[in-house]
């Protein structure tokens, strides 16, 4: 099993910068893929970004193309999410996802999210 744990959220005004950390442990292994999403109040979760763990080749939403940058560290089990010119419409939850997939069309295992807010 994998278990994520997100890290890094919290209040900024617009402009401003967060970056978020997840944390996978257990059978690190399997996993291909890992990304993040976000889900704003009264929204579907969407997607937001990805990135290979073995290439690191990345893709990312229109919505945050060119703002966001998603990155990794394999040695520390660990993707980043650095979140940069920071828009209120960015206020949601963040979670990470892995899929065992280099394709993914779902993911395997969920963190417990993180808030971000962004303030006008």
């Known amino acids: 099993q994998v278990q994520l744990v997100e890290s890094g959220g919290g209040s900024v005004q617009a402009g401003g910068s967060l970056r978020l950390s997840c944390a996978a442990s257990?059978?690190?292994?399997?996993?291909?893929?890992m990304g993040w999403f976000r889900q704003a109040p009264g929204k579907e979760r969407e997607f937001v970004a990805r990135i290979s763990w073995s290439g690191g080749t990345t893709y990312y939403a229109d919505s945050v193309k060119g703002r966001f940058t998603i990155s990794r560290d394999n040695a520390k089990n660990t993707v980043y999410l650095q979140m940069n010119s920071l828009k209120p419409e960015d206020t949601a939850v963040y979670y990470c996802a892995a899929s065992r997939s280099i394709f993914p069309s779902t993911y395997d295992y969920w963190g417990q999210g993180t808030q971000v807010t962004v303030s006008s």
């Open positions: 257990g059978r690190t292994v399997s996993i291909r893929t």
